[in-house]
């Protein structure tokens, strides 16, 4: 039991590494992956820390499940009570190691309902550990999505855009983002169109004025019926 594990790390009988090596098998093999990425070698200050990393993120994954269970609550209470899609608007994981985005999806999938679909676009904390390509195999091969993805949702269409160098948006994602709101206004241009990017656009929600980015905002300002969602800041909303 994790109780008697942590009664014998305070005692001094076991180490950080015996802690992990008693835990459990999975614990063992994350451990050896989590060295393996961050470039660490086996011992006692690396299993120290992959216990922190543990500690954190656990807590980080229940919040996320307890958003997601708060969201399928609110849902069953209306009319229409089919929760339809989960955007995540990038930095889903501290350093984009295979461990963290697996743990992220387990998350999302022990806790969506069967019918709710989900989208995540990427940011810089998930090309932090090897680098923006590496990440980019690593969501294809875990999530088997594309980074960039354009959905119609009960006839709505849902735009979703992961950043370059860090939290920008270069000319080659530019045109993609100017390409498929002209689809979407198109289709229907009296329909609101929800558009999802990590950092904010310059000028629109508090704390943009610090995080913000302007490299999308004279695209987006041709299309008045766009609903925008982002994160990257750290300031409050209410």
Same mark, same amino acid.
């Given at each position: ?49 992959? #216990? ?9 994954? !229940? ?9 399928? +609550? ?14 995540? #608007? ?19 999938? $022990? ?19 090897? $680098? ?7 969501? +294809? ?6 980074? !960039? ?5 009960? $006839? ?30 198109? !289709? ?16 629109? #929600? ?21 609903? !925008?969602?982002? $994160? ?7």
């Amino acid at each position: 039991p994790e109780d008697e594990l942590i009664a014998k790390l305070e005692s001094g009988e076991f180490t950080w590494l015996d802690y992990v090596n008693h835990f459990s098998e999975e614990w063992q093999n994350e451990y050896q992956e989590y060295c393996e990425e961050n470039n660490l070698t086996i011992g006692e200050a690396s299993a120290k820390e992959f #216990v922190h990393y543990k500690d954190e993120h656990t807590v980080e994954r !229940d919040r996320m499940a307890c958003a997601i269970k708060t969201a399928n +609550a609110l849902s069953e209470k209306e009319s229409y009570d089919k929760l339809d899609a989960l955007y995540v #608007v990038g930095d889903f994981s501290n350093s984009g190691t295979r461990p963290q985005m697996e743990a992220f999806k387990a998350t999302l999938e $022990g806790n969506l309902k069967p019918g709710t679909d989900y989208t995540l676009s990427l940011a810089s904390h998930e090309f932090g550990s090897e $680098g923006e390509q590496a990440a980019l195999d690593k969501f +294809a091969e875990i999530f088997g999505q594309e980074p !960039d993805s354009h959905k119609v949702i009960n $006839g709505f269409h849902f735009i979703s855009v992961t950043c370059t160098n860090g939290c920008h948006f270069d000319e080659k994602k530019q045109a993609w983002v100017a390409k498929e709101l002209e689809i979407a206004a198109k !289709d229907d241009p009296k329909r609101p169109i929800f558009f999802f990017q990590h950092p904010h656009i310059m000028g629109t #929600v508090y704390g943009s004025a610090n995080w913000g980015e302007d490299e999308l905002t004279a695209i987006l300002m041709n299309y008045p019926q766009i609903i !925008d969602f982002s $994160g990257h800041s750290h300031a409050p909303i209410n």
